[in-house]
């Protein structure tokens, strides 16, 4: 009688549902990608044109300079999309995008033989928590599913020597070099297979064919020349690479505002570990593929998630050979399904993202804590040329294509002599005096970080503030054709900031929720209120910015320390100290160890006194 196939148990079995279900939730995110607008722009362009585009059309103060866009098959997709749903259209594609590559995963580590349900937990959740702080809605996701199937299909030819695995993954480089400038990757990976596989041909054949295919991408020549520049563009000391946080270590000073890197550091540990133990078992190949990858991701914080496409395969492969069943008690088993169904609750509720301290929360559309949503919108009043931000570059271009933009986050585009004026400018002063007379914008949408620059255009004659939102400040320049709509938006915020009666509307402090309910409750944040009264705060503007806090806390599970302080100043500076006292007497209690809190709360006090 022959002996059963070896499957997976039952508890493997609810144990990869379980990991898919967070795959999913982990997916299904509001969009954060600052980026998202210029690429669906992009796609738009590409399909109305039956071409991709030779020079810049976005842009006023750039129109007309070469444009090499390497990422236009990724872009026509979610233009489509797009076009299809909206951001509900957008979040679908990001799901399917990440449960493919995560398909490809398992099914490439089911074939190397990993059975445990415990590794398989453990190594896809810490994977998936290493992924998910590059899981925005970018040309990486492609990038991504490529490595994962070229990977899977190397492992398949040296398993079985078959060439027709080998060869497979020339077509899936062109798919590459159409959806990604990080299509590089795929020829420095078969470069790789080449050089371990001794005396063996068909491999060089394989990397000769996909060097080749390189040069098929639209802009031929110029297209691979642009990404080899990459390098030197993202290289410290570069103003690009110095501005974008994505392409800072994990391990800098920058990146300790991302707390979720933590489990990209305990992946990389984990990783070196087994490497380390199980060198035998590990091929020369994947051996120098995950070498790469994590040499890469702790130079640059963009690569972490293809480190744990790389890493996840070898690493439970060799885990799996050195654990053995040691871990297969049903008592362990089950810890690691409670735990993969906590990070589910956990990502549903918010608590994961509350922990990573992100701009955005589990479910669909444009988070109001990244994009200029309520500015956007007022720009419609207005006329003349726009200064922005390159951050809120894609967001414009995507829902204002009638107004083109000063800039955007297309390094393709621009040059050094063009981007270090403008981070002069963002300083205020004498930089942004140099860009005006150089410009002349009648219209500016400046990023509530840049107070330097919001500071000087409240000072500065000649322009006024017209709105604000979550994230930016709206000036306008006081031309004729411009006084009317000034006019109209001064009255509306002077509206927002009128006096009340003493006393109304006031709020207390709630119960505090029991440790239970603080674990498992909602998460949520009214961004779009609490950033607004923040900003009105900045301004000065204290009924106003307490109206807008006092909704957010309103609309509050569980407020935030940052949201009650706010509401603390903002009470306190109306003379309603009562109220004030009662919220920092909140916030005292919620963060004892805040010293500025405790300060806060002696001088209400004593006022009182």
Request: net charge neutral.
């Amino acid at each position: 009688m022959r002996a059963p196939k070896s499957s997976i148990p039952i508890s493997g079995f609810a144990v990869g549902l379980a990991l898919l279900t967070l795959t999913i939730v982990l997916a299904w995110r509001m969009e954060a990608s600052r980026d998202l607008g210029f690429h669906i722009a992009a796609g738009r362009w590409i399909l109305e044109h039956g071409g991709w585009p030779q020079v810049d059309s976005f842009t006023w103060t750039l129109a007309g300079r070469p444009y090499v866009d390497m990422n236009g098959l990724f872009q026509v997709v979610l233009a489509l999309a797009y076009g299809a749903a909206g951001m509900l259209g957008v979040g679908l594609l990001r799901v399917a995008l990440t449960v493919a590559t995560f398909g490809l995963l398992w099914h490439s580590i089911r074939g190397r033989g990993v059975e445990s349900p415990v590794l398989l937990g453990i190594g896809f959740a810490i994977a998936l928590l290493t992924w998910e702080v590059r899981l925005f809605t970018r040309p990486e996701l492609i990038s991504g599913l490529c490595l994962a199937g070229q990977l899977h299909l190397l492992r398949r030819h040296a398993d079985t020597g078959d060439r027709r695995f080998l060869f497979a993954t020339v077509p899936l480089q062109l798919v590459w070099v159409y959806s990604h400038s990080l299509s590089l990757f795929g020829v420095a990976v078969l470069g790789l297979y080449a050089l371990t596989r001794g005396r063996d041909v068909a491999p060089w054949i394989a990397l000769a064919a996909a060097a080749a295919v390189m040069f098929l991408n639209p802009y031929g020549i110029r297209g691979v020349e642009w990404q080899l520049s990459l390098g030197a563009r993202i290289a410290a000391g570069n103003p690009f690479a110095d501005t974008q946080l994505e392409l800072v270590s994990p391990f800098s000073a920058d990146a300790a505002r991302f707390p979720a890197l933590v489990f990209f550091r305990l992946m990389l540990v984990v990783t070196a570990v087994v490497l380390v133990a199980g060198a035998r078992r590990i091929s020369r190949f994947e051996g120098a593929v995950v070498a790469l990858f994590g040499t890469l991701a702790a130079v640059h914080m963009r690569i972490v998630a293809m480190f744990a496409i790389a890493a996840l395969p070898v690493v439970l492969e060799a885990a799996s050979a050195i654990v053995g069943r040691a871990l297969e008690k049903k008592a362990v088993s089950a810890a690691a399904l409670l735990g993969i169904v906590f990070m589910i609750q956990q990502t549903i509720s918010g608590g994961v993202y509350a922990f990573d301290r992100y701009p955005f929360r589990f479910g669909s559309g444009e988070s109001p804590a990244v994009f200029p949503i309520g500015t956007a919108a007022t720009l419609a009043q207005f006329k003349g040329p726009l200064f922005n931000a390159v951050e809120h570059g894609g967001y414009l271009e995507l829902h204002r294509p009638d107004l083109k933009t000063f800039i955007d986050g297309r390094l393709e585009v621009m040059d050094e002599d063009f981007f270090l004026p403008y981070l002069r400018a963002l300083e205020g002063g004498d930089g942004w005096d140099a860009l005006e007379n150089r410009w002349h914008p009648a219209v500016a949408l400046v990023p509530a970080n840049d107070r330097d620059l919001v500071t000087h255009l409240l000072d500065e004659p000649g322009w006024t503030l017209v709105d604000v939102d979550t994230v930016a400040f709206l000036f306008a320049r006081d031309t004729p054709d411009q006084l009317k709509a000034i006019e109209a938006n001064q009255e509306r915020l002077a509206r927002l900031n009128a006096p009340a009666t003493p006393g109304a509307d006031a709020i207390a402090p709630p119960p505090r929720p029991s440790r239970l309910a603080a674990l498992f409750g909602s998460n949520d944040v009214p961004f779009e209120s609490f950033g607004r009264g923040a900003n009105f705060l900045q301004l000065g503007m204290f009924e106003a910015a307490r109206r807008d806090l006092r909704q957010a806390l309103l609309a509050s599970a569980r407020a935030e320390p940052a949201l009650i302080k706010a509401y603390v100043i903002a009470t306190a500076q109306l003379g309603r100290l009562d109220e004030s006292r009662a919220w920092c007497r909140r916030l005292v209690d919620l963060s004892p160890q805040d010293e500025e809190a405790r300060t806060l709360l002696a001088s209400l006090q004593s006022h009182g006194s």
